[in-house]
């Protein structure tokens, strides 16, 4: 291979110079390795396969923090993806390197501008997205996203300089997602300590605890974790639950006991802290559900760490809110979001959790009409109200953590319905990161809310994102008594 296959460039200032220098130094340079393993790669990038690749791992295997870090991944390549290929390249207009060899390493010369990278740019774009919500997972993607960027050189489709604008481009943009879909805090709420009888209540061999665990709970290759709870405490009753009946009759022992366990996600940890408040119980959650959001929030990432904090007879309280008499410890909502839960429940079974919100979505986003309620004596018309227990972080409509669990407070926010364009309007701002100025979005904190249907009719109402046939009157409002749930501090 040799350097008259590519044309000399006209500009003769230094950077071009060193750029076409550095462009023909390492496309002559001949490497098995590099055309075995990093050619195929940037071959593999092309239109984000890897990307989609790695996210679907990330999502599959990575829990909460990795169905984050593989949305944040994709929409950092999807925004890079548009202002590259979309913008940049348009109006840069540089012609590719191209020279024989493109030929045989890359198979077909690309036509479009080669300023700057595109492979690169959503390389950088992902690896950065990624790494702002799974740091660790920063340096092996860093290093995948280099590949990718080198074999664009490599291959003689791309200068130097197109890489590294590319993937600079690429890893602003995604540093940007931060202003309207903030990085969750990885820091525990705030709680306060429990200086009871908790102690007393439950030996170390879990001698006074019930545990019920959900049948569907744990991943998918270690399955529930009822062995590895019975092991470590064999005193405990155990029940592993599935049918409506079973869990009645298995909450129904359990509120005999000094303490309850509960191993599920937040629908099964609200429906068994309803049973802990009337019985004056603790409560003891091991996180084994899709997002686990109260466990997040108070620092719980396994079954060890809550069976260490039932041993030493550690626990915390925590606020309880109610809607219409029902206990949810996270959210609560109605209006479009119950329509989008049903409408994802509906398909679920038949193609999976994440697709199903997704064309959820779409079909809710299509359809629904503004609910039309009063509150607090307000007549509304909303399309769409998010109540949190406890103030929530970021600010925005995407409520994602708390930094305290016993403030006293529910955080609300809603759409207005009566804007024109209302829905379309939120979006731009979330974009735009203007949703403080934005009209059709309120958001305040109180201590309670009276909501009555105008209309008269019962309404759907949400908890943890579950649903229910709620009433045409009802009250959202914290409970008066805190509830104790085992927690191991640092």
Not at 216 to 243: C, M, N, Q, T, Y
Not at 361 to 388: A, C, N, Q, Y
Request: aromatic share 6%; hydrophobic share 45%; net charge positive.
């Amino acid at each position: 291979m040799s350097d008259e296959t590519v044309a000399e460039p006209r500009s003769r200032n230094r950077i071009n110079r060193l750029d076409h220098y550095v462009f023909r130094r390492l496309s002559a340079h001949e490497s098995r390795f590099f055309d075995l393993v990093v050619v195929p790669l940037g071959r593999f990038a092309d239109r984000s396969r890897l990307w989609l690749v790695v996210a679907g791992f990330l999502a599959a295997f990575g829990g909460r923090s990795g169905r984050r870090a593989a949305l944040r991944g994709l929409m950092s390549v999807g925004a890079t993806s548009v202002l590259v290929n979309q913008g940049i390249k348009r109006v840069a207009r540089r012609k590719r390197p191209i020279g024989t060899f493109v030929r045989t390493r890359h198979g077909r010369a690309p036509t479009s501008s080669s300023f700057p990278s595109g492979h690169a740019a959503s390389a950088a774009a992902f690896a950065t997205g990624v790494a702002q919500e799974m740091p660790v997972a920063g340096a092996p993607l860093s290093i995948l996203a280099g590949g990718v960027g080198l074999s664009r050189i490599y291959a003689g489709v791309h200068y130097p300089l197109d890489v590294i604008v590319g993937a600079a481009a690429g890893a602003a943009l995604s540093a940007a997602t931060r202003k309207p879909w903030p990085v969750a805090s990885k820091e525990p709420a705030r709680v306060r300590p429990v200086f009871t009888r908790i102690q007393t209540l439950v030996s170390g061999d879990g001698d006074g605890l019930t545990f019920v665990v959900n049948s569907s709970a744990g991943s998918a290759l270690a399955g529930p974790p009822a062995e590895e709870i019975s092991e470590a405490l064999p005193k405990a009753r155990v029940f592993v639950v599935d049918e409506p009946e079973e869990w009645e009759a298995a909450f129904k022992e359990a509120g005999s006991a000094k303490a309850i366990g509960i191993a599920g996600g937040d629908g099964s940890i609200n429906s068994a802290a309803e049973v802990a408040m009337a019985n004056n119980q603790p409560l003891a959650i091991v996180p084994a559900g899709t997002l686990n959001h109260l466990a997040r929030d108070l620092g719980i990432d396994s079954v060890e760490e809550t069976i260490e904090a039932i041993k030493q007879g550690r626990a915390a309280a925590i606020d309880v809110a109610t809607i219409d008499g029902r206990v949810f410890l996270n959210t609560a909502s109605f209006g479009s979001y119950v329509e989008l839960v049903d409408a994802r429940e509906k398909l679920e079974d038949r193609i999976g959790k994440w697709p199903a919100v997704l064309v959820a979505l779409v079909k809710v986003l299509r359809s629904s009409t503004p609910i039309r309620v009063e509150i607090d004596g307000r007549p509304r018309s909303l399309w769409m109200i998010f109540i949190g227990n406890c103030r929530y972080h970021p600010k925005g409509f995407a409520p994602s953590w708390r930094e305290r669990l016993d403030d006293g407070l529910l955080d609300v926010r809603l759409v207005d319905g009566t804007q024109p364009y209302a829905r379309t309007r939120l979006l731009l701002a979330v974009l735009s990161g203007t949703l403080g100025r934005c009209k059709v979005y309120e958001h305040s904190l109180v201590s309670q809310l009276k909501v009555r249907s105008l209309d008269g009719s019962p309404m759907r109402l949400a908890r943890d994102g579950e649903t229910f046939e709620g009433s045409a009157e009802f009250t959202v409002t914290k409970l008066d008594r805190p509830l104790p749930i085992y927690i191991n501090p640092e």
